[in-house]
């Protein structure tokens, strides 16, 4: 018999006979091709040959990149939409980092015992202004439905076209609100840290969502929403009153309204209650100095000379500041005191923030040197009107910010590099009055508005919620009564030490007297 390998030798299976035919068939078919290949190849050489599909390939891929260049070749505006955009995006970014500023400084100012709160307000008002601002704010601050009161329309961000929202220099929708809303929240965080240790948290959050939502933007449609006082020729480049004294004004109404800490103000004497962690206050400086370079350079909303130049102007008055304040404070009290330099700095950048693209090196120099000495003084001005403001909120920002944006009606320079030919400022000591005119009904317009708004508010806040934290909450600290946690755990707290000792000036009789009316 024969072997199973032996039959499928003799008798191939099916399958196999039908791979030998289809093979057989492929080369009857391909025959005459190969043959005149062949044919063709004996009158070339194989370097030749070998040429013939690279030619083809860089003809292909030429071809198509010259398709491409020709379809999406960017022109000049593109560029510089481009560079814009990207621009705004990094100082936008810059701002919100401000927030972490903050947050450090009025934390480290403040005492121990109230560090969770400061900066759970820090971080939560930023959240809420987003929000609001979203909501309602953005509208009424840039949509062109409106007047020259208020703006209105696309609600919630809900246009697609720029011009709904006056956006300048092709700039995405999206990239200018968030440049924007940045600045709505500086202004929001002002507040905090005015009314810091004593305040209830809820209304705190209250206020914030009204004055991002509703008072900020109807001020800021006034001089950047293409309101009256643009009309009129109010010059607030990058915010000194628009942003910073609108905040101040919220502050110095609501801590006058609010009342001091405990001990603040005992037997007629002004008592120091000192920050607890200066490190991190003057870490939370350095951030705001360097967040600044987006808050005023960035307000130019492109990406062109003027960049650089508002940069060094912003650089030169904080400097002038920080110095001026060392310098005063040192003569007036006797010792350099490191919270007066770090206000000092501060008061220098909120004071060139309105006239950073106005006034000359020397203008900016000028005007940081006034706000460091202005703000030193301003600290004991309200304390002796009894106004506690626990960071000096209220000098640096509304002091300085009023006296930032006068100085554009006084030094605002017809004559630098960046200045606009068809349309320069010129203040008084260049030889024009009616800038300082203007300056003076803006700042007075945006005040008024402002502190009666912010007075309405804390006013129905103290009526329905009661503004304070009662007194015993108060001594033991707002970390634990409105958090129910402590920023350091296992570390001894102030309240430890002072309750029951009579060096504290607070008695038993005291708190038992005082509980019942103080958060009322």
Sequence with gaps: MMSKHAINRKFPTTKRRQQDWQQSSSSLWLAPSLDSIKTITRFFSPYWLACIPLAAVIFIVWN????????????????????????????????????????????GFCRQKNAVNVLSKNLIVFALSTISFWVTGFSLMFANIGNGFIGAGGWFLSSNNPETYGVPGGLPIAVFFLFQVAFAGTAATIVSGAVAERIKFV??????????????PITGHWVWGGGWLSALGFKDFAGSTVVHAVGGWGALVGAAILGPREGKYRDGRISAIPGHNMSIAT????????????????????????????????????AAGGIAATVTSWVKDGKPDLSMIINGILAGLV?????????????????????????VYSVAFFDNLRIDDPVGAISVHLVNGTWGTL?????ADPNIPIALPENPVTGLFYGGVNQLINQVIGIVAIGLFTAVFSAVVWMILKAVFGLRVSLEEEINGLDIGEHGMEAYSGFVKESDVLVGSRASGISEVDLASRSEGIGK
């Design 407 to 411: 100085a554009v009606g006084l030094l």
């Design 64 to 107: 198509g990149a010259v398709s491409a260049q020709e379809a999406q070749e960017p022109t000049p505006a593109d560029v510089q939409v481009a560079l814009n955009t990207i621009w705004v995006l990094i100082a936008a970014i810059l701002v919100i980092f401000m927030n972490a500023g903050f947050a450090m400084l009025e934390t």
């Design 351 to 375: 004071a060139i923030t309105a006239g950073c693209a106005f006034v000359s090196y020397w203008g900016a120099f000028v005007i940081g040197i006034i706000a460091g000495v202005i703000v």
């Design 283 to 318: 870490l939370g400086c350095l951030i705001l100095w360097i967040g600044w370079f987006g808050f005023n350079p960035g307000s130019q909303l492109a990406a062109d000379a003027a960049v650089p130049y508002i940069a060094l102007t912003t650089n030169l008055a904080a």
């Design 203 to 216: 209304d705190f959050l209250i206020f914030s969502l009204l004055l991002v939502g509703v008072s900020y």
